[in-house]
């Protein structure tokens, strides 16, 4: 049993909840709107401010789509209320960011700076040189721009030099061990 499916989306005040007839569902808030496809055996219905998905049978199919359409579902609803955000530092000796009108502009150790033009809905802050932070309404699309920034330069665990996440731990390995040469 999908203990997620069950639980009911409240629905903040100005957030506006559309289904049509082939399952999409279409939230609008004040910081946007965004759609979804979900499954088309279930139905989710609206009544007094909470939104409800339920599904048709308890087959296997069903209760996995029964859970994440409803996390979908409140993952656009939050994300038109609150928004969401990833933030990223960069550490190492020379990394460092700027953001030059919708491209964000990264020296990363390489011969070029790295530059990467903003998607539609998702938009990068570099309060300083070392943070970067990405901002949108779209849960999916902010992790996948972070992901792909991360990409540029992941965590070794030598040095500890990379791009990581806020507050992620990356676990160090101990580097050779001191053996004199031709012995």
Request: glycine share 12%; net charge positive.
């Amino acid at each position: 049993m999908s203990r997620i499916g069950l639980k009911p989306v409240d629905l903040p005040a100005g957030v506006e909840v559309q289904v049509s007839d082939k399952n999409v569902v279409t939230v609008k808030g004040p910081k946007g709107e965004l759609q979804e496809q979900i499954g088309s055996t279930l139905t989710v219905e609206q009544k007094d401010g909470v939104l409800t998905v339920s599904r048709p049978s308890d087959s296997r199919s069903d209760r996995e789509q029964h859970g994440l359409a409803r996390a979908l579902i409140h993952n656009m609803v939050v994300g038109v209320t609150d928004g969401y955000e990833k933030k990223l530092e960069l550490l190492g000796v020379g990394y460092k960011a700027e953001k030059k009108g919708n491209t964000l502009v990264m020296s990363l150790g390489y011969s070029h700076p790295v530059e990467m033009v903003d998607p539609d809905g998702i938009e990068t802050e570099v309060p300083e040189q070392t943070k970067i932070v990405v901002k949108g309404i779209s849960k999916e699309k902010v992790g996948n721009y972070a992901a792909n920034i991360r990409k540029w330069r992941q965590p070794e665990p030598y040095k500890g030099k990379g791009i990581r996440y806020a507050g992620e731990y990356v676990r160090r390995k101990e580097g050779k061990a001191g053996v004199k040469g031709g012995e």
